[in-house]
């Protein structure tokens, strides 16, 4: 017989939508293809107005001009996010599709990974795409906590002094759960949390202020645009990455010895 519920909800998947959320409460969700139109009234709400919404400030030390809407943070971090093969390995994978393409992450973007498991490092070094990754600036930084709760370190300086020039509202995007304002960066005023593949996404294109299923992302090396649906990995693709690359020797191994700690760790005098 079927259960008697209380309740009964239906879900149509065709309603189903990329979104991300922010830009200052995990709850507040931002569907894909509004995220240009949700920020530009964003700014209203920080008091930008007029032109001073298209106001450029000069980034020093280089061509390049920092303005409202920039992502400056672009962060895989530790989260349910990351504790998912499947989003870890789209990530690897449009990577790779970028790399392919020729796009390269924005100058005036920070990227770092930081996954809550030594285990992805095991499936990403399995599949190659740590080596993609790499390439895009998304390096392993640590396991655990970091953007999320505010550890990503400082913007270079340069970065920071463009932002306090200009009063700049930029942005970050990571995959973590919280993005409270002035929680992730003192110099971040909209963060928005995303899935990991939308997080590389967001540092190719560089900014929050344009809809990247619209925009392309940047100019490939053969000069022709390259767009978002150009390079987001399928389905079937991330299954069999997964299926080639994910097994579960792997956590036995990385948790049979998880309270051991590495070689410095072990090295550390405690009292009895």
């Known amino acids: 017989k079927d259960p008697v519920f209380t309740d009964v909800l239906e879900l149509d998947l065709n309603n189903v939508e990329p979104s991300l959320a922010g830009p200052r409460r995990p709850q507040d969700r931002v569907p894909l293809t509004q995220t240009a139109l949700k920020f530009d009234e964003e700014l209203a709400a920080f008091k930008v107005n007029g032109d001073a919404r298209?106001?450029?400030i000069d980034i020093k030390g280089s061509n390049e001009k920092l303005k409202?809407?920039?992502v400056v943070i672009?962060?895989?971090?530790s989260c349910t996010?990351?504790?998912?093969?499947?989003?870890m390995l789209a990530a690897g994978l449009l990577a790779r599709k970028a790399r392919a393409k020729g796009l390269t992450v924005k100058p005036w973007v920070k990227t770092s990974l930081a996954p809550g498991s030594q285990v992805v490092t095991d499936y990403?070094?399995?599949?190659?795409?740590?080596e993609d990754l790499d390439a895009l600036g998304f390096y392993l930084v640590g396991y655990g906590c970091t953007t999320c709760i505010g550890n990503s370190g400082p913007l270079p300086e340069n970065i920071s002094a463009a932002v306090e020039e200009g009063d700049l509202v930029v942005c970050?995007?990571?995959?973590?759960?919280?993005?409270?304002e002035g929680r992730v960066n003192p110099h971040c005023k909209?963060?928005?949390?995303?899935?990991?593949?939308?997080v590389v996404a967001y540092a190719l294109a560089g900014s929050m202020a344009i809809d990247l299923t619209t925009h392309p992302l940047g100019n490939g090396s053969d000069g022709k645009p390259v767009y978002l649906k150009d390079i987001w990995p399928s389905s079937q693709e991330i299954a069999e990455t997964i299926a080639s690359s994910l097994t579960p020797d792997m956590f036995r191994q990385r948790y049979a010895n998880v309270f051991a700690g590495?070689?410095?760790?072990?090295q550390i005098r405690t009292a009895d």
Do not use: M
Not at 124 to 130: E, F, K, V
């Open 124 to 130: 990403l070094a399995r599949a190659g795409l740590q």
């Open 262 to 266: 590495p070689e410095k760790w072990q």
């Open 81 to 87: 996010n990351t504790s998912n093969p499947g989003v």
């Open 172 to 180: 970050s995007v990571l995959s973590g759960n919280r993005n409270f």
């Open 54 to 56: 298209y106001k450029q």
């Open 74 to 77: 672009a962060a895989i971090t």
């Open 68 to 70: 409202h809407g920039d």
């Open 190 to 198: 909209a963060n928005y949390p995303a899935s990991p593949p939308l």
